[in-house]
């Protein structure tokens, strides 16, 4: 991208590993592409648009990256730090084997994603909404998820040890064998959630629950 930083629409290209520092590549759309080991420091890329598009063994530090919107994209060892990419689209995303820490996707919502053999650390996703979603093998600690909603969405064999889960709302999710251990669910809502070998009392605040 470097070298086209003027090009504002990419189809059927690939990315090849590259260090970009301080670029701003808002506004960039890429369709059916691929971007590989290509390492983000100190950069914008506001509004991306991205569609069936391939990110692999990507780097972000101190990126700003608010109101994207990503359809059929996947992430694979994604590395993400010190970051906010608030306020974006996601629909029919895949992640898998991410890591991330001291980041923020607030106000996000993903439609049909999954989540997989991810490890978060301090990641906010204040105020998000996730419907139809899946997050399977997660290892969550300090997670936020304070006033977000989920709808028709199944959390298999995750560890949300101390995940923030206070005032969401879950409406037809299912927690299948899942480690709950400290989190929080003060003040949540849960409507037609199911506990497969879940034991929510594990949760470290439980006050003000709903349960309808």
Known sequence: MQENSKRKVFIHETFPGRDLKEEDMSGKCLI???????????????????????????????????KGYYQDCSWRNLQIQNSFINGSHFSGCRFEKSTGELSS?????????????????????????????RFENEDYTFVRFPSSVFIDTHFANCRLQRAI???????????????????????ARLIDTKWIKTDINQSANLEEVRHE
């Open 105 to 133: 996707f607030g106000l996000s919502t993903f439609y049909d994603c999954k989540f997989k053999e991810s490890r978060f650390s301090e990641i906010s996703f204040s105020g998000s909404w996730w419907q139809a979603c």
């Open 165 to 187: 889960f206070r005032a969401a709302t879950f409406i037809r999710c299912t927690f299948e064998n899942c480690n709950l251990s400290d989190a929080v669910f003060h003040k």
């Open 32 to 66: 059916d592409s691929t971007v590989q080991s290509v390492k983000l420091q100190d950069a914008r890329s506001r509004s991306i648009r991205a569609q069936s598009t391939n990110f692999q063994n990507v780097s972000v530090d101190q990126i700003l990256s608010d």
